[in-house]
């Protein structure tokens, strides 16, 4: 596990520049600064870009009483609080068509925001936005970095600062490609379904 100091100090090194910062939270230094005013976003971009396997998690859905548009929907739910990314609506089936897959809508009322749908029972797949870096994995950890050093560029290096951002992008990128692979392999899948064309055509 590496602490978001650490993080911190990957970013600015993938920047060139040797200083470290001894604690994120109480140092006063430029990179400190510059790192703690970008790092909460970098942190949620970074998390909602692909799927991470490590930050996914399965929650029954907190049903609304009164469904605010129930002249098109049946049942509205209150969107989770640590939800990053609403993946789906578990259908009950593992690999879904689109007969199967759960359709549902994103709105608001005046509490918050609510997710429409005509699923009785709405358990959701989403992605939590983790505040704590506990859970980082190392390929998370190092496409983070990238992210956050992409994002601190402009403020903290001298030459050029936006070739060093669309350096670090890059980087990221290539990062972001081999957590995709990674995940891949860590999931066993079923057969997927033929498509419907396919079906038709027997």
């Known amino acids: 596990m590496s602490s978001k100091t650490e993080i911190s100090n990957m970013a600015i090194s993938h920047l060139g520049i040797g200083k470290e910062i001894a604690n994120l939270d109480t140092e006063k230094s430029e990179e400190a600064n510059a790192c ?10 970074t998390l909602g870009d692909i799927d ?9 859905l907190n049903l609304i009483e009164e ?4 002249e098109e929907w049946k049942y509205a739910y209150r969107y989770p609080t640590d939800c990053l990314n609403l993946r789906r609506i578990l259908s009950g089936i ?6 199967t897959r759960v359709v549902f809508k994103l709105s608001r009322d005046g509490n918050g925001q609510i997710i429409l ?3 009785e029972v709405a358990v959701a797949e989403y992605t939590e ?8 994995t190392p390929e998370f950890t190092l496409a983070l970095s990238f992210r956050l050093a992409a994002l601190i560029a402009p403020r903290i290096t001298g030459g050029d600062p936006f070739q060093a951002k669309e350096d670090m992008l890059r980087l990221y990128d290539l990062e972001i490609k081999n957590a995709k692979k990674k995940n891949i392999n860590e999931e066993t899948s079923d057969n997927r379904p033929e498509s419907e064309f396919i079906t038709v055509r027997k």
């Open 129 to 136: 936005n983790l505040g704590s870096t506990a859970f980082y």
């Open 67 to 70: 469904c605010p548009f129930a």
């Open 94 to 99: 593992r690999n879904d068509t689109s007969k």
């Open 36 to 45: 703690r005013r970008f790092f909460k976003i970098a942190a949620e971009s």
């Open 117 to 119: 749908t005509d699923q």
């Open 52 to 60: 991470w396997t490590f930050a996914t998690k399965f929650l029954t």
